[in-house]
């Protein structure tokens, strides 16, 4: 990755913070491939799907927090005998200690529910119901051509 990506931060449910990245059309198509690729014998169309998410979340991955249980902080107003208090963001703070992703360690990394979080956002991110599709293409208009 040499060029600079976008990325977005998350907090998981277990506090791990991770960057993560939208996959291009092109590396969702690879993802794919190299799972049809992988699997032997017959398998269910939930299984080879569950595996492209899988490798797709590895893949979208590009840092994660050294430490977890990181998480929000609701700013307060001062009331009687309480200090206020700042919001605090750990995703923006300066001091969190990040650390390339090595998807060798993602079962080290992240717990069941944070993968199951990781695996939803992939497939907000890079699939469309086919009720989303609908709506798409019912918000179609016809267009004259010569």
């Given at each position: 990755?040499?060029?600079?990506e ?9 506090g ?12 969702v198509?690879e993802?794919?491939a190299?799972v ?7 398998t269910?169309l939930?299984t080879?799907q ?6 797709g ?22 009331r009687?005998?309480?200090?206020a208090r700042?919001?605090?963001?750990p ?11 090595d ?34 293409w ?8 010569k």
């Amino acid at each position: 990755m040499d060029e600079i990506e976008d990325l977005k931060a998350i907090i998981l449910p277990s506090g791990r913070l991770v960057r993560l990245r939208e996959l291009n059309p092109d590396e969702v198509d690879e993802v794919t491939a190299v799972v049809a690729d992988t699997i032997t014998g017959q398998t269910s169309l939930v299984t080879f799907q569950k595996e492209i998410s899988k490798l797709g979340v590895k893949r979208m991955i590009v840092e994660v927090s050294k430490k977890k249980g990181l998480a929000e902080v609701s700013a307060r107003p001062a009331r009687e005998g309480v200090p206020a208090r700042e919001a605090y963001d750990p995703r923006l703070d300066p001091k969190v200690e990040w650390t390339q992703f090595d998807a060798e360690h993602y079962k080290k990394l992240f717990s069941a529910r944070d993968h199951e979080a990781l695996l939803q956002i992939y497939s907000m991110l890079h699939e469309v119901s086919r009720t989303e599709a609908a709506m798409i293409w019912g918000k179609s208009i016809p267009v004259a051509t010569k």
